[in-house]
Every structure is written in structure tokens, then in C-alpha cells.
């Protein structure tokens, strides 16, 4: 069975460009989460979806962020324009059911570098 | 809120010695705790997971954890390194109430050397 894919595993791009992370979740998970990881620091948590709908969004940092998951399969997380401070490692996990404590199963994250 | 603080973030040991990497978590309401671990450039692998059934938990690789309500704690385990147990560990906390999001202490990075 295939985990959870995140491409591409790099970006570099200038401040002010726009960058598109892609997240491919484990097939039959419902629930798909993205996380960030700033250098030095903790994961923390950016957003959940089940299915196609945002359930918690609550850590989305500013409106530079949009985060999509159409038809409920794979999910695209936007940052435009990006800002230094964007740089990072994006982690995306899934996981099934409703079971709060439910494994979630992580990809080996983007590693993005803002210029 | 709940909160997950990770003591010290660089531990080594000896190969054969016993591995301690400590997590102290804040929660108001009974917690769901998990041990996580990246191997270089490989996604977070799941150790082991708390769920308030047995409070001392085994994992995979010979990893245990025990929940301590009184002491807020759930301290990582393994009485003896191997080489391979190199990585960056995390502990995260989530709760039976609210939404499902993992609250990440910031990882302890484990060397052993021989």
C-alpha cells in the first residue's frame, strides 16, 4: 500500500513568487493535515480536512495561504506571495475514521526555501 | 490548551546503554499522547500511542512509554541503543474533546555512537 506522497520534496523560489505543494493522502483517508515545521522549531499544526471540507483551518498563518482539497482526494497547499519567513519543511499526514487517537500517517514533508 | 515540552534537544548515548527522552505535556482534559520518529529524510513514523488504556505502552523497535497523570509526563524508552535508533523523536499530545490536531513538543534529536 502507498503512503502518503508530497511533491516536489524541494522548492526554492524568491520572495514574492507564488509556490503550489501537492499532497497525495493515503487511499480511503478521509481526514488530510498539513503541518509546518520552521527551523529550529516545533511541528505545527496549519489545517485539517475531511473529505473536501475544511474542518479546522485554525492555524493557517495569514490569507497568503489557500489550501484546497477538491473531490476529496489529493490536497494543494498555494502560498502567494511567499515571505521569507515561509521557509520551512510542509508535512502532510492522513488518517481513517473519527477516532481521535486513529494513527495519522505522515509524507516526508516539502522542504520549501524562500530567497 | 494543551502544550507538549521535549527536555533537551540533543541526547546521545553508548550503543547497548538504556535511551530516556523525556515529554512533559499540559492538558485540561484526559489526553491521547503518541511518540513519533523521523529517520533522515523519511516522513514522522508512529512509536507508540497513550489512548487511557494501559498506562505503560509498548511500541515497535523495542520502544516503551509510561503515562504518569500525577507527573504529567510520558517519558521514551528503550533499554538498549542500537545504531539504527539515530533520529529525531517528537512527542505530540491531542484530546477526546475538539478537533484532531497533533500539538508537537520540538523533538529530541538522538545520537548513539558505538
Known amino acids: 500500500e502507498a503512503g502518503v506522497t508530497q511533491f516536489p520534496s524541494h522548492s526554492v523560489i524568491e520572495k514574492g513568487q507564488t509556490v503550489t505543494l501537492r499532497c497525495d493522502p493515503i487511499?480511503?483517508?478521509?481526514?488530510l493535515y498539513w503541518y509546518r515545521r520552521v527551523m529550529g522549531k516545533e511541528i505545527k499544526f496549519l489545517l485539517h480536512?475531511?473529505?473536501?471540507?475544511?474542518?479546522?483551518e485554525s492555524g493557517m498563518p495569514n490569507n497568503r495561504f489557500l489550501a484546497e482539497r477538491t473531490g476529496g482526494t489529493y490536497s494543494t497547499l498555494k502560498v502567494q506571495p511567499a515571505e521569507l519567513e515561509d521557509s520551512g519543511v510542509y508535512f502532510c499526514?492522513?488518517?481513517?475514521?473519527?477516532?481521535?487517537?486513529?494513527?495519522?500517517?505522515f509524507g516526508p514533508g516539502t522542504r520549501l526555501t524562500v530567497l | 490548551a494543551q502544550s507538549v515540552t521535549q527536555l533537551g534537544s540533543h541526547v546521545s548515548v553508548s550503543e547497548g546503554a538504556l535511551v530516556l527522552l523525556r515529554c512533559n505535556y499540559s492538558s485540561s482534559v484526559p489526553p491521547y499522547l503518541f511518540w513519533y520518529v523521523q529517520y533522515p529524510n523519511q516522513g514522522l513514523q508512529l512509536l507508540l500511542k497513550y489512548t487511557s488504556a494501559a498506562t505503560l505502552v509498548k511500541g515497535i523497535n523495542g520502544f516503551e512509554a509510561e503515562f504518569k497523570k500525577s507527573e504529567t509526563s510520558f517519558h521514551l524508552t528503550k533499554p538498549s541503543a542500537h545504531m539504527s535508533d539515530a533520529a529525531e523523536y517528537f512527542c505530540a499530545v491531542t484530546t477526546s474533546g475538539g478537533y484532531n490536531k497533533l500539538i508537537f513538543g520540538a523533538g529530541t534529536r538522538l545520537a548513539v555512537h558505538p
Open positions: 499526514a492522513s488518517s481513517q475514521g473519527v477516532v481521535k487517537y486513529n494513527e495519522q500517517f
Open positions: 487511499s480511503g483517508h478521509d481526514n
Open positions: 480536512f475531511v473529505k473536501e471540507s475544511k474542518q479546522d
